[in-house]
C-alpha cells in the first residue's frame, strides 16, 4: 500500500501522528471525556480514578453512546499485582420481560426496551477495589460538565435531529431540545438533573443508585410510562468480576472478556488467522484481507449456535479457544472462494466433559442491522496500570428516554434479545442478554508469567467491533504499523447472513469496505466471491482507540479514530 500521499504513514496511511508520552494516556470517544482523565492522571490519581471520571463523563459529552443508564465491561490490569480481571457490568432482562410481551417485537424507542443498567454497579466496584481518590473528586469533572454544559458538536447535531423521541419526550426534549427547538452545533448542552444523581452516586455510592432514590424514581417513571422496568429488579441486581479469556497469538498473549459478550470471536478469528503466514501476503492485500473474513465468518457461526449466559447456557468456551480446534477450523478457509452457508464447528469433541445437561448448550437447527453504538476508552497511568471499558446504552442515544428526575438517559438493550424461543440467546427474565462489547488487552506473554502491556483497544460498533479489533491487532504486531496508520487505514466490515446480535438478520452476506483500499483489492476480492457493498472512503465501521506501549522505554503511543470525535492526550 502506497502511503506516502498521507503525512504521517510510513507503512500505512495516517494523516495524524500518534500522541507519544510516557506518565500516561487517555483516549476517548469525546475530547472533554478524554480531558477528564488526564486531570485525574495530573492530580495524582490511578487509571481506574481516571477511568470513573471518563465512563461518568460520557454521559453529558457523548450521550449518544454513553450512559450510566446503560451496561458494560471494564478490564482491569494492575501492573504490581500482575492481574488482568473483568468486571462485568450488563443488567439483566426485567422479571417481567417476557417474550409474549412483545408480540410485535422488542421496540427501539421507550422504556419497553430498557434492562437493568449495570454499568454503575462495575464502575464503583472496581473504584472501591482499585481506586486511590475518592469518588466525589473522581466525579467532579463529570458534574461540571452536566452544569456547564457541553457544546454540541455538527455531528452531534445532525444525528439528535434524526431521533424525533429525543424532542418528543418530555424528559428528553428539555436536554436534546430545549424550548421544542433541536440543540444547533455551538449551542450549549446542560443536563442539571444528571448533575444531581451525580452527586447522590458520590455521596450514597451504589446504593442510592441500586437501592436508594435513584432507583425509586426510576421504577416510578417505569410505572407511569407502562415499562417493565421495576425497583425489584435494580435492586437484586449484582457486579460479576470475571477471569478474562486469552489465548497465544504468534507468542502474545491477548486477553477478552469472557460469555455473556463476544470476546471469544476475537479469539477464534486470531487463532485461525496464526494458521496463515501473514508476510506471504503482506497489509491490506486482498489475500490477507480473504483469510480474515472467511476466519470471521467460521468464529460467528460457532457464536451464533453457542454463546448466550453462562448463567443459563453451558458455553464450551475452553473448545472454542481450544488450538487444535482452531486448526481444524481454520483448514476450512479457502483463500481462493468465500464461503457460503458457513456451519458451526464441533467444540464439544476438543474439550474433557460434556454438555451440563441442567442448562441448554446448543441453539436449535444450524446457522443456515440495526446500527448500534457504544463507546470505548483506555487508560494507561504513570504505574503501568491500565484499563480498557465499554459501555453502552446499545443504538444511539439507546431508548432517547430520560428516567424522570434522575438526568439518565436509558438503555434499549432489549433489543438483543432474540424472541424465537429456538436460539441459544432467547429471551428469559432475570437472564443478561449476548452482548458484542469485546476491551482487549495484549501483553508480551502471560501477565502472571510476568508479561508486559503492548497494546489496549477497543471500539464501539456492536457485530463490527470484533471485526475491526482483528484489523488492529494484526496491523500492529503482524505487520508492524504504528497505532495511528492501524486505526486511520482502510478497514472492511463483513455482514453474514442468518448471524448478528439484533433481527432481522442480514438476509445475505456483504463485505463493505473503503475505497481508499484500492480499486484493484476490491476487484480481486470481488473475484474470490465476496459480494462486496459500501465502498465509501470514510464508511468503515467504529470508532477506535488505542494505546501502545513500548516495553523497552515504557513510552506510550496513543491515537483515535477520525470517523469519529474520539481523542487521544498522553502525559
Same mark, same amino acid.
Not at 435513584?214 to 421504577?219: N, P, Y
Not at 464461503?339 to 469433541?349: Q, R, T
Given at each position: 500500500?502506497?502511503?506516502?500521499?498521507?503525512?504521517?504513514?510510513?507503512?500505512?496511511?495516517?494523516?495524524?501522528?500518534?500522541?507519544?508520552?510516557?506518565?500516561?494516556?487517555?483516549?476517548?470517544?469525546?475530547?472533554?471525556?478524554?480531558?477528564?482523565?488526564?486531570?485525574?492522571?495530573?492530580?495524582?490519581?490511578?487509571?481506574?480514578?481516571?477511568? *470513573?471520571?471518563?465512563?461518568?463523563? +460520557?454521559?453529558?459529552?457523548?450521550? @449518544?453512546?454513553?450512559?450510566? %443508564?446503560? $451496561?458494560? #465491561?471494564?478490564?482491569?490490569?494492575?501492573?504490581?499485582?500482575?492481574?488482568?480481571?473483568?468486571?462485568?457490568?450488563?443488567?439483566?432482562?426485567?422479571?417481567?420481560?417476557?417474550?409474549?410481551?412483545?408480540?410485535?417485537?422488542?421496540?427501539?424507542?421507550?422504556?419497553?426496551?430498557?434492562?437493568?443498567?449495570?454499568?454503575?454497579?462495575?464502575?464503583?466496584?472496581?473504584?472501591?477495589?482499585?481506586?486511590?481518590?475518592?469518588?466525589?473528586?473522581?466525579?467532579?469533572?463529570?458534574?461540571?460538565?452536566?452544569?456547564?454544559?457541553?457544546?454540541?458538536?455538527?455531528?452531534?447535531?445532525?444525528?439528535?435531529?434524526?431521533?424525533?423521541?429525543?424532542?418528543?419526550?418530555?424528559?428528553?426534549?428539555?436536554?436534546?431540545?430545549?424550548?421544542?427547538?433541536?440543540?444547533?452545533?455551538?449551542? *450549549?448542552?446542560?443536563?442539571?438533573? +444528571?448533575?444531581?444523581?451525580?452527586? @447522590?452516586?458520590?455521596?450514597? %455510592?451504589? $446504593?442510592? #443508585?441500586?437501592?436508594?432514590?435513584?432507583?425509586?424514581?426510576?421504577?416510578?417513571?417505569?410505572?407511569?410510562?407502562?415499562?417493565?422496568?421495576?425497583?425489584?429488579?435494580?435492586?437484586?441486581?449484582?457486579?460479576?468480576?470475571?477471569?478474562?479469556?486469552?489465548?497465544?497469538?504468534?507468542?502474545?498473549?491477548?486477553?477478552?472478556?469472557?460469555?455473556?459478550?463476544?470476546?471469544?470471536?476475537?479469539?477464534?478469528?486470531?487463532?485461525?488467522?496464526?494458521?496463515?503466514?501473514?508476510?506471504?501476503?503482506?497489509?491490506?492485500?486482498?489475500?490477507?484481507?480473504?483469510?480474515?473474513?472467511?476466519?470471521?465468518?467460521?468464529?460467528?457461526?460457532?457464536?451464533?449456535?453457542?454463546?448466550?449466559?453462562?448463567?443459563?447456557?453451558?458455553?464450551?468456551?475452553?473448545?472454542?479457544?481450544?488450538?487444535?480446534?482452531?486448526?481444524?477450523?481454520?483448514?476450512?478457509?479457502?483463500?481462493?472462494?468465500?464461503?457460503?452457508?458457513?456451519?458451526?464447528?464441533?467444540?464439544?469433541?476438543?474439550?474433557?466433559?460434556?454438555?451440563?445437561?441442567?442448562?441448554?448448550?446448543?441453539?436449535?437447527?444450524?446457522?443456515?442491522?440495526?446500527?448500534?453504538?457504544?463507546?470505548?476508552?483506555?487508560?494507561?497511568?504513570?504505574?503501568?496500570?491500565?484499563?480498557?471499558?465499554?459501555?453502552?446504552?446499545?443504538?444511539?442515544?439507546?431508548?432517547?428516554?430520560?428516567?424522570?428526575?434522575?438526568?439518565?438517559?436509558?438503555?434499549?438493550?432489549?433489543?438483543?434479545?432474540?424472541?424465537?424461543?429456538?436460539?441459544?440467546?432467547?429471551?428469559?427474565?432475570?437472564?443478561?442478554?449476548?452482548?458484542?462489547?469485546?476491551?482487549?488487552?495484549?501483553?508480551?506473554?502471560?501477565?502472571?508469567?510476568?508479561?508486559?502491556?503492548?497494546?489496549?483497544?477497543?471500539?464501539?460498533?456492536?457485530?463490527?467491533?470484533?471485526?475491526?479489533?482483528?484489523?488492529?491487532?494484526?496491523?500492529?504486531?503482524?505487520?508492524?504499523?504504528?497505532?495511528?496508520?492501524?486505526?486511520?487505514?482502510?478497514?472492511?466490515?463483513?455482514?453474514?447472513?442468518?448471524?448478528?446480535?439484533?433481527?432481522?438478520?442480514?438476509?445475505?452476506?456483504?463485505?463493505?469496505?473503503?475505497?481508499?483500499?484500492?480499486?484493484?483489492?476490491?476487484?480481486?476480492?470481488?473475484?474470490?466471491?465476496?459480494?462486496?457493498?459500501?465502498?465509501?472512503?470514510?464508511?468503515?465501521?467504529?470508532?477506535?482507540?488505542?494505546?501502545?506501549?513500548?516495553?523497552?522505554?515504557?513510552?506510550?503511543?496513543?491515537?483515535?479514530?477520525?470517523?469519529?470525535?474520539?481523542?487521544?492526550?498522553?502525559?
Amino acid at each position: 500500500m502506497d502511503s506516502t500521499n498521507t503525512p504521517h504513514g510510513l507503512i500505512g496511511e495516517a494523516y495524524r501522528p500518534p500522541k507519544i508520552g510516557s506518565k500516561g494516556a487517555v483516549v476517548a470517544n469525546h475530547t472533554l471525556a478524554t480531558q477528564a482523565g488526564m486531570r485525574i492522571l495530573h492530580r495524582g490519581g490511578n487509571a481506574v480514578d481516571a477511568a *470513573i471520571a471518563v465512563a461518568f463523563a +460520557l454521559g453529558p459529552a457523548e450521550p @449518544q453512546g454513553s450512559s450510566i %443508564g446503560g $451496561d458494560g #465491561f471494564v478490564m482491569v490490569h494492575m501492573a504490581a499485582n500482575a492481574t488482568v480481571e473483568v468486571v462485568n457490568g450488563t443488567g439483566a432482562a426485567p422479571l417481567a420481560a417476557t417474550a409474549d410481551k412483545y408480540p410485535d417485537g422488542i421496540p427501539q424507542n421507550g422504556i419497553m426496551g430498557t434492562s437493568v443498567p449495570g454499568i454503575v454497579d462495575a464502575l464503583l466496584s472496581a473504584h472501591e477495589k482499585y481506586g486511590t481518590m475518592t469518588l466525589a473528586q473522581c466525579l467532579e469533572p463529570a458534574i461540571e460538565l452536566c452544569e456547564d454544559g457541553v457544546p454540541v458538536s455538527a455531528f452531534q447535531s445532525r444525528i439528535m435531529a434524526q431521533n424525533s423521541v429525543l424532542r418528543s419526550s418530555s424528559t428528553s426534549g428539555p436536554v436534546f431540545a430545549p424550548g421544542g427547538n433541536w440543540l444547533k452545533p455551538g449551542e *450549549i448542552r446542560r443536563n442539571p438533573d +444528571l448533575a444531581r444523581t451525580y452527586r @447522590q452516586i458520590a455521596d450514597q %455510592g451504589r $446504593d442510592a #443508585f441500586y437501592e436508594g432514590d435513584i432507583a425509586r424514581e426510576i421504577a416510578r417513571y417505569s410505572e407511569e410510562t407502562d415499562g417493565l422496568l421495576t425497583y425489584e429488579d435494580l435492586k437484586r441486581h449484582t457486579v460479576e468480576w470475571q477471569e478474562p479469556i486469552s489465548i497465544n497469538y504468534r507468542g502474545r498473549t491477548v486477553y477478552e472478556a469472557a460469555p455473556n459478550t463476544s470476546g471469544h470471536v476475537l479469539l477464534e478469528e486470531l487463532g485461525m488467522y496464526e494458521q496463515f503466514d501473514p508476510e506471504q501476503y503482506g497489509y491490506m492485500m486482498p489475500e490477507s484481507i480473504q483469510l480474515m473474513v472467511e476466519a470471521k465468518k467460521l468464529a460467528f457461526a460457532d457464536r451464533e449456535a453457542y454463546v448466550a449466559d453462562p448463567r443459563y447456557v453451558d458455553v464450551p468456551i475452553e473448545g472454542l479457544l481450544n488450538s487444535e480446534y482452531l486448526a481444524e477450523r481454520a483448514k476450512l478457509i479457502d483463500i481462493e472462494q468465500a464461503a457460503e452457508n458457513v456451519l458451526e464447528g464441533d467444540p464439544w469433541a476438543f474439550m474433557d466433559r460434556s454438555p451440563d445437561s441442567s442448562k441448554k448448550h446448543r441453539r436449535g437447527g444450524r446457522v443456515h442491522a440495526a446500527g448500534n453504538d457504544t463507546t470505548h476508552f483506555c487508560v494507561i497511568d504513570r504505574w503501568g496500570n491500565s484499563v480498557g471499558e465499554l459501555q453502552s446504552i446499545q443504538t444511539m442515544f439507546g431508548s432517547r428516554v430520560i428516567a424522570g428526575s434522575t438526568g439518565i438517559l436509558l438503555n434499549n438493550r432489549m433489543t438483543y434479545w432474540h424472541l424465537d424461543p429456538n436460539h441459544i440467546d432467547f429471551l428469559n427474565p432475570g437472564q443478561r442478554v449476548r452482548h458484542t462489547m469485546n476491551p482487549v488487552m495484549v501483553f508480551s506473554k502471560p501477565v502472571e508469567d510476568g508479561g508486559h502491556l503492548e497494546l489496549v483497544c477497543g471500539t464501539p460498533g456492536g457485530d463490527t467491533q470484533v471485526q475491526t479489533n482483528l484489523q488492529i491487532v494484526t496491523s500492529v504486531f503482524d505487520f508492524g504499523l504504528s497505532v495511528a496508520e492501524a486505526i486511520d487505514g482502510p478497514r472492511w466490515t463483513h455482514n453474514q447472513t442468518n448471524t448478528g446480535s439484533m433481527c432481522p438478520y442480514p438476509s445475505s452476506d456483504s463485505l463493505d469496505i473503503e475505497g481508499r483500499a484500492g480499486d484493484e483489492t476490491i476487484y480481486d476480492l470481488k473475484k474470490r466471491g465476496q459480494m462486496i457493498g459500501n465502498t465509501d472512503a470514510w464508511a468503515g465501521a467504529g470508532s477506535e482507540g488505542a494505546i501502545q506501549v513500548d516495553i523497552d522505554n515504557g513510552t506510550l503511543f496513543a491515537a483515535s479514530d477520525p470517523r469519529r470525535e474520539g481523542d487521544a492526550q498522553v502525559w
